[in-house]
Every structure is written in structure tokens, then in C-alpha cells.
């Protein structure tokens, strides 16, 4: 076998083993995973856990930054300055509805961290924070600010425009299971869950914009140009 091709198959084993830590830690947590199950579900030999991530921190420190990597990238994409404030607002909402509709494992081990950091263990989130959500969050304030200071958005508090943007999805589905037993309906049913979703971003056209037709304009752009995900295999769905 060529060098070339050693190193293909190298990089192919090294990702199926972080895919398969994703999901075991996502699962389990750090104290709960099994290096055993990892290296099953990945098809490698467990030695090469260690080969190539050190020690079972070290694979879960590779596998909290790879399923983070992809989400900040979709998050700086919906913040492009080449939107107006208020479109780049539109496009974070939903692309943090999306998020929790579909990236699982990431807010496992979000979730997974937070209470590490509560509980004042040494985790990832600290790292997390300053590299990457950091500068993130820096960016949907500069986009609220500069909406405000355009006279696109109206003139509020810019903390509670970024926790009514971030909150009503966080609470949408942190509440699901009290909704359906108190109002009779499954918030996770795809149809509901395509009217909420759609309800969120109509919400803000109507309560952040200064010209509600212009926000309502931009709601139907945006919802146009970000449909919803696919999502027959929703894992929060309960028989």
C-alpha cells in the first residue's frame, strides 16, 4: 500500500473513531462512555483510540470541538454583513431553531458541559466559549446595535432582543413534554413543529422591526431561502 493511501486510510479510521466518540459521549456522557463501544461501533481496535487522540479526555476534548466546529460555521453564515441587521437576525433564529431540531449531540454535550462548569469541573466549555461563541455572540449584538443604530430595528434593550430571539426556541423545546400533556397536541409532530418554527421568525418581523412590512418582506425571504430540515428520524418524538 502506497504512503498516499496509508494516510486516506488513516484520516477515514480517525474520523469514524470521533464520529463514534460523538455519539458514545453525546450518549453517555465523559464517566459514562465506553472506550470498548467506541472503538466497536467505529471498526477499529481500541489501541488506536489512544494512538491517535492520547487518552479518553483527549478523544472527548477532539470530539466536543469537531461537532461544535460545524455549528458556529452555520451560525457565522446566517450572521454574512453582506444581510441587513434584521435579515442576519431572521437567518439566526432560525438557524438556532435548526440547530436544536437536529444537531443532537451537540446540545447533549452542551447541556453535558454546562454542568461540568456548574459543578465547577475542569471541561471545554471555558475554551469553547472564548474561541468560538465568544465572537459569535459578539456578532448578533453588533447586528442588533447596527439594526438599531440604522433605524431598521426598533431602539430596545439589545440583551432582551438576543434572549427573545434565543429564548422562545430554548423554551419551545425544554417545555415540550409539560405542552403536551397540559394542551393535548405533540409539539414534536413535523407539522407543528413547521408552524412554530415559522411563528418565530413572523414574531420578530412584527416586534423588532420598526417597519413591519419591511419585516414581514424579510420573513418571507428568509423562510423561503432557509426551509425547514428534514426531520422523519426526530429523536425527541415519544411513542
Same mark, same amino acid.
Request: hydrophobic share 45%; glycine share 4%.
Given at each position: 500500500?502506497?504512503?498516499?493511501?496509508?494516510?486516506?486510510?488513516?484520516?477515514?479510521?480517525?474520523?469514524?473513531?470521533?464520529?463514534?466518540?460523538?455519539?458514545?459521549?453525546?450518549? $453517555?456522557?465523559? #464517566?459514562?462512555?465506553?472506550?470498548?463501544?467506541?472503538?466497536e461501533s467505529a471498526g477499529a481496535?481500541?489501541?488506536?483510540?489512544?494512538?491517535?487522540?492520547?487518552?479518553?479526555?483527549?478523544?472527548?476534548?477532539?470530539?466536543?470541538?469537531?461537532?461544535?466546529?460545524?455549528?458556529v460555521e452555520d451560525a457565522l453564515?446566517?450572521?454574512?454583513?453582506?444581510? *441587513? #441587521?434584521?435579515?442576519?437576525?431572521?437567518?439566526?433564529?432560525?438557524? $438556532?431553531?435548526?440547530?436544536?431540531?437536529? =444537531?443532537?449531540?451537540?446540545? *447533549?454535550?452542551?447541556?453535558?458541559?454546562?454542568?461540568?462548569?456548574?459543578? %465547577?469541573?475542569?471541561?471545554?466549555?471555558? $475554551?469553547?466559549?472564548? *474561541?468560538?461563541?465568544?465572537?459569535?455572540?459578539?456578532?448578533?449584538? %453588533?447586528?442588533?446595535?447596527?439594526?438599531m443604530n440604522s433605524g431598521e430595528?426598533?431602539?430596545?434593550?439589545?440583551?432582551?432582543?438576543?434572549?427573545?430571539?434565543?429564548?422562545?426556541?430554548?423554551?419551545?423545546?425544554?417545555?415540550?413534554?409539560?405542552?403536551?400533556?397540559?394542551?393535548?397536541?405533540?409539539?414534536? %409532530?413535523?407539522?407543528?413543529?413547521? *408552524?412554530?418554527?415559522?411563528?418565530?421568525?413572523?414574531?420578530?418581523? $412584527?416586534?423588532?422591526?420598526?417597519? =413591519?412590512?419591511?419585516?414581514?418582506?424579510?420573513?418571507?425571504?428568509?423562510?423561503?431561502?432557509?426551509?425547514?430540515?428534514?426531520?422523519?428520524?426526530?429523536?425527541?418524538?415519544?411513542?
Open positions: 500500500m502506497e504512503q498516499g493511501e496509508r494516510q486516506e486510510r488513516a484520516e477515514q479510521t480517525k474520523k469514524a473513531i470521533l464520529d463514534a466518540a460523538i455519539a458514545e459521549f453525546s450518549a $453517555h456522557g465523559l #464517566a459514562g462512555a465506553r472506550t470498548e463501544a467506541i472503538a481496535n481500541k489501541a488506536l483510540l489512544y494512538y491517535y487522540f492520547k487518552s479518553k479526555n483527549g478523544l472527548y476534548e477532539a470530539a466536543i470541538e469537531d461537532v461544535s466546529r460545524k455549528v453564515a446566517a450572521l454574512d454583513p453582506a444581510y *441587513s #441587521a434584521g435579515e442576519r437576525l431572521l437567518r439566526t433564529a432560525l438557524n $438556532h431553531f435548526d440547530r436544536i431540531l437536529t =444537531r443532537r449531540e451537540f446540545q *447533549s454535550l452542551m447541556q453535558q458541559e454546562m454542568v461540568r462548569y456548574q459543578r %465547577d469541573e475542569v471541561g471545554s466549555l471555558s $475554551h469553547l466559549f472564548q *474561541s468560538a461563541f465568544k465572537p459569535l455572540m459578539q456578532k448578533v449584538q %453588533d447586528a442588533v446595535e447596527d439594526g430595528l426598533c431602539k430596545v434593550d439589545a440583551m432582551q432582543m438576543m434572549y427573545v430571539i434565543f429564548g422562545a426556541n430554548v423554551f419551545y423545546f425544554l417545555s415540550a413534554p409539560m405542552m403536551r400533556m397540559a394542551m393535548q397536541f405533540d409539539p414534536f %409532530d413535523v407539522d407543528v413543529l413547521r *408552524s412554530r418554527r415559522k411563528s418565530a421568525v413572523d414574531f420578530l418581523g $412584527h416586534a423588532i422591526f420598526t417597519d =413591519r412590512a419591511h419585516g414581514a418582506s424579510l420573513v418571507r425571504h428568509v423562510l423561503k431561502e432557509m426551509p425547514m430540515p428534514r426531520v422523519n428520524d426526530f429523536k425527541f418524538r415519544r411513542k
